[in-house]
C-alpha cells in the first residue's frame, strides 16, 4: 500500500463520535415527535371541547329564544300556571332521571294572556315544554314540545310536528325559579343549567377525562310579560 505523505492530513469518525452524533439526532427527533403529539392532543382536545360547549350553548340559546313569550300572573291565573318545573313522568311518577320544563306562551303575541283550554291550536296562547331525559332509549337526550295540547304535556301530548331533538349530547339538565312560601312566583326569570359531554355514553373515557371534556352552561332568561304582583 502507498503511504501517505507526511505532510497529509487525514479525517475520520471514531466509534463513539458516531454513536454522540446519533444520539443528539435522536434527542431532537424526539423533541420534535413530542411537540407534535402535544399539539396534536391539544387541537384534539380543544376540538372536543368546543364541540361539547356547542352542544350545550345550541340548547340554551333555544330556550333563550322561546321562553321569553311566557305571559302571566300566578296570582291570578293559578299556582303553576306560568312555569311548571319538575322530575315528574307521564304518570306523575317522580323520576330522577327526567326533568321537564313548561311554560304558558304568548303565541299570538297580542300581549294578552287567553284563558287555557285544552287541544289549543298553535296561532293561540298555550304551554310549550322541555324534557330531559339521563336514562332509556331517549338518554342523554333534551326534546322540546312547540305545542301542548294540555299542561301535562306527555309524551303523546305534543301537537305535530311532536317532540322535537335539540341535543343528545346532555348529562345534565337543570332550571329552577324563585317561588314564595305560598308556593307563587317572585321573580320573572327562570335559571337554566346544562351540562354537556363530548362522548356523553363515556364509550371509552368518563365524561369529564381530558379526553372527553365536559361543560357547563349556565343562564338567566327573562321573562318580560310575566308578573310577580
Known amino acids: 500500500m502507498r503511504p501517505y505523505p507526511e505532510n497529509s492530513r487525514t479525517k475520520s469518525l471514531t466509534l463513539i463520535e458516531l454513536l454522540i452524533a446519533i444520539i443528539l439526532l435522536s434527542v431532537v427527533v424526539l423533541a420534535f415527535a413530542n411537540i407534535q403529539i402535544f399539539g396534536h392532543f391539544q387541537v384534539l382536545t380543544g376540538d372536543r371541547r368546543a364541540k361539547a360547549q356547542s352542544e350545550a350553548a345550541k340548547v340554551l340559546a333555544h330556550m333563550g329564544k322561546e321562553i321569553p313569550r311566557a305571559i302571566g300572573n300566578e296570582a291570578v291565573d293559578g299556582l303553576e300556571k306560568v312555569v311548571d318545573l319538575g322530575n315528574r313522568g307521564d304518570g306523575d311518577e317522580v323520576d330522577d332521571a327526567f326533568q321537564r320544563l313548561r311554560v304558558y306562551i304568548d303565541a299570538n303575541e297580542n300581549g294578552k294572556r287567553e284563558p287555557y283550554a285544552r287541544n289549543r291550536p298553535a296561532d293561540q296562547d298555550h304551554w310549550i315544554s322541555y324534557r330531559y331525559f339521563n336514562s332509556g332509549d331517549d338518554r342523554f337526550e333534551v326534546k322540546f314540545c312547540a305545542t301542548c295540547r294540555n299542561q301535562k304535556c306527555g ?44 362522548d356523553p355514553a363515556e364509550a371509552h373515557f368518563p365524561c369529564g377525562d381530558r379526553e372527553n371534556p365536559k361543560v357547563e352552561l349556565r343562564s338567566r332568561i327573562q321573562m318580560p310579560s310575566v308578573s310577580t304582583h
Do not use: M, Y
Not at 309524551?155 to 337543570?174: E, L, M, V, Y
Open 155 to 198: 309524551h303523546n301530548r305534543c301537537a305535530a310536528p311532536g317532540w322535537q331533538d335539540i341535543s343528545n349530547k346532555i348529562t345534565g339538565f337543570g332550571s329552577q325559579v324563585n317561588r314564595d312560601t305560598s308556593g307563587k312566583l317572585q321573580d320573572n326569570f327562570i335559571e337554566v343549567t346544562v351540562t354537556a359531554c363530548w
